[in-house]
Nanobody
C-alpha cells in the first residue's frame, strides 16, 4: 500500500505557474505508476497527466498539452506537475493517484489517491 500527499496548490493569476508535488510513503515508490487528475464542482474527475514506473513514458491530456509537465523523482518518492500558462478553466482540486499495473487515463484503474490540493486561477 502507498500513501499520497499532495502540496503546492494555491491562488494564482491567469498566465502564472504552479508546481504541484505528491509525496508517497509506504511500499517501493518505483513500483507504482502515477497520475494527476482534477475535479471541478459539478464535473467528473478528469485525467491530466500520467507517468510510468521509470519516468520514461508519459501521457498528457489535450487540454493541458504544452503547458503542463509531469515528472518523478524516485529517490525522493515524489511526483511533480509543473503547470505553466495557467487559465481560469484549470481551476480545480488536483489529485495524485498511484497504480501498480496501469498508467493510463482511466481514474478507475488507480487504486490509491491523495486528498487533493486546490488550484484556483483568477482572470
Amino acid at each position: 500500500q502507498v500513501q499520497l500527499v499532495e502540496s503546492g496548490g494555491g491562488l494564482v493569476q491567469a498566465g502564472g505557474s504552479l508546481r504541484l508535488s505528491c509525496a508517497a510513503s509506504g511500499r517501493t515508490f518505483s513500483s507504482y505508476a502515477l497520475g494527476w487528475f482534477r475535479q471541478s464542482p459539478g464535473k467528473e474527475r478528469e485525467f491530466v497527466s500520467s507517468i510510468d514506473w521509470s519516468g520514461d513514458s508519459t501521457g498528457i491530456a489535450a487540454s493541458v498539452k504544452g503547458r503542463f509537465t509531469i515528472s518523478r523523482d524516485n529517490p525522493k518518492n515524489t511526483v511533480y506537475l509543473q503547470m505553466n500558462s495557467l487559465k481560469p478553466e484549470d481551476t480545480a482540486v488536483y489529485y495524485c493517484a498511484a497504480s501498480s499495473f496501469y498508467f493510463g487515463n482511466s481514474p478507475t484503474k488507480y487504486a490509491y489517491w491523495g486528498q487533493g490540493t486546490q488550484v484556483t486561477v483568477s482572470s
